[in-house]
């Protein structure tokens, strides 16, 4: 990868931490703040709501006329009445902790005595709470700010009348219905922030797969560019001896495919011709498909018959040793003559190429099994002979075998009569054909299998030199 890729995904992998950082800050926010209106806040106006009820509680009491606190008990009630979803209970207590006027039902003893002085000294209110079945309940004791009757005049030395308490009992569920609304949206808040953790946190390692699996494509595509290198180019080959025109179509199911095809003018001034079909698709394919192209250009073969069955067989002791058993490869290699018109090949489990002539097609078929399977196999070679005008059409299974959607196979009849209705035209033209009768027959359908077509035209030198002879002759006039 090259500098500026690295900086990029330096960029990226800054910008996932920044988002993940900032995602941990807005629910840690969040969170504290809800915690602090939930704690902090409602309780604070259930306090404040308590006070709101004596408030009513005196109110209520002046409008009413009432000086006298024993009287209070019916207004209490009234008070605790009005609001049942706030007011838990309420007492009035005078300074010795007796029970002035109550309502509700208490869940918690009424303060002592040194409560209530404690709360007299400190000129504050005694905040408590109380947890049960109904939720959390906030106590208050408050300075009861009863206006009652003057005090009657005592004799010297008693001691003047005590105020009086009045402990109020708030549900803070209560309280918390107008932050209803502010505890949604922090709610909400808190789960938009996980989101962004989340999403952050997934994008994060989905991005290192997307980087491994950015790293596979490129070298899915170098491979696809090696193995493009290593085809022939579907121009005209010359050789020392002869022409031979070919026309090649080679199409992977995947990236890159396990077929492969090569055609060549060996060392002895001869044409080489190989196609071959490795088992199974992908990079394993490609790999093994590039091992045995290599093997079989640098082994030496093309003198005679008996050394091509011994490179045969080489080849097969090579794929059984260095591969696993479902790896295999079918295989059909020639080597064509020109001078003597001699086509001399090995078919090692590869479909019969078609040898069509004027009046018949022949079917390559003799050779031996496929490479990579069979250990101790042997391979014979065969020789047929070419004549002015024969094609050659070699191809793999995916061009035969090609099923469209009522599971019906192109076959060897449509290639041949395709063939046959182009015989006078250049292989390219050929093999152009051929493909679009194949897209054709497919339809909507898809390749299942690596489609590889080598159309060869053989041109025995007799043959040509003949063709050449007969259009320099003088034309001959009647006598």
């Known amino acids: 990868m090259n500098s500026r890729g690295k900086r990029s995904q330096l960029w990226v992998k800054l910008a996932i931490s920044a ?15 809800y915690f602090f209106v939930y704690d902090k806040v409602i309780t604070e106006e259930a306090f404040q709501e308590a006070e709101r009820q ?3 509680l005196l109110r209520l009491a002046a409008q009413s006329g009432i000086r006298d606190v024993h009287r209070l008990g019916p207004l209490v009630e009234a008070v605790q009445r009005d609001s ?19 309502s509700g039902s208490p869940l918690k003893a009424a303060p002592t005595v040194g409560q209530l002085r404690r709360q007299l000294d400190i000129h504050q209110p005694l905040r408590r709470e109380h947890r049960s079945s109904a939720g959390r309940i906030l106590i208050s004791l408050l300075r009861f700010r009863f206006n009652g009757p003057p005090p009657r005049p005592e004799p010297f030395g008693a001691h003047p009348p005590m105020p009086a308490f009045a402990e109020i009992a708030i549900y803070q569920e209560g309280v918390s219905i107008p932050f209803g609304d502010l505890r949604r949206n922090l709610i909400i808040g808190c789960l938009a922030a996980l989101a962004l953790l989340a999403s952050m946190v997934l994008i994060g390692v989905l991005f290192r797969r997307f980087i491994r699996a950015r790293q596979l494509e490129q070298q899915v595509e170098l491979a696809r560019t090696v193995q493009a290198g290593l085809l022939p180019s579907p121009q005209t080959l010359l050789s020392s001896s002869g022409q031979v025109d070919f026309g090649a179509v080679f199409v992977p199911a995947a990236a890159i495919g396990g077929d492969f095809y090569d055609i060549f003018t060996n060392e002895n001034g001869d044409t080489s011709l190989v196609l071959g079909d490795v088992a199974g698709k992908g990079v394993s394919a490609a790999l093994l498909m590039g091992v045995l192209h290599g093997a079989i250009r640098s082994l ?6 008996a050394e091509q069955e011994r490179a045969t067989v080489k080849l097969n002791h090579l794929l059984c040793e260095k591969t696993a058993r ?8 020639a080597n064509f003559i020109p001078e003597t018109g001699l086509l001399r090949y090995i ?8 040898l069509i002539r004027a009046q018949e097609t022949e079917r390559l078929e003799g ?18 002979r070419v004549e002015a005008g024969d094609l050659l059409i070699v191809f793999s299974d995916g061009i035969a075998e090609a099923m469209n959607a009522d599971e019906e196979q192109f076959g060897e ?22 493909v679009g009768g194949i897209a054709r027959f497919l339809g909507p359908s898809k390749p299942h299998d690596d489609q590889t077509l080598l159309i060869v035209r053989l041109t025995p030198v007799v043959a040509a030199t003949k063709g050449a002879a007969l259009e320099s002759a003088p034309a001959t006039m009647p006598v």
């Open 19 to 33: 988002g993940i950082l900032l995602g941990l800050t807005l629910l840690i926010e969040t969170i504290s703040t």
């Open 54 to 56: 004596e408030a009513a």
């Open 84 to 102: 049942p979803r706030q007011v838990a209970w309420m007492r009035i207590m005078d300074f010795d902790g007796h029970i002035l006027a109550q």
């Open 300 to 305: 030496d073969w093309a003198r005679s018959g």
């Open 326 to 333: 479902e790896r295999f490869a079918s295989l059909f290699w």
């Open 347 to 354: 078919n090692a489990g590869h479909l019969p190429p078609l």
């Open 367 to 384: 050779g031996g099994p496929v490479l990579g399977l069979l250990p101790a196999a042997q391979y014979r070679c065969v020789e047929t």
């Open 413 to 434: 009849e449509r290639i041949v009569a395709i063939a046959r209705q182009h015989l006078d035209q250049h292989p390219r033209m050929i093999c152009d054909a051929v």
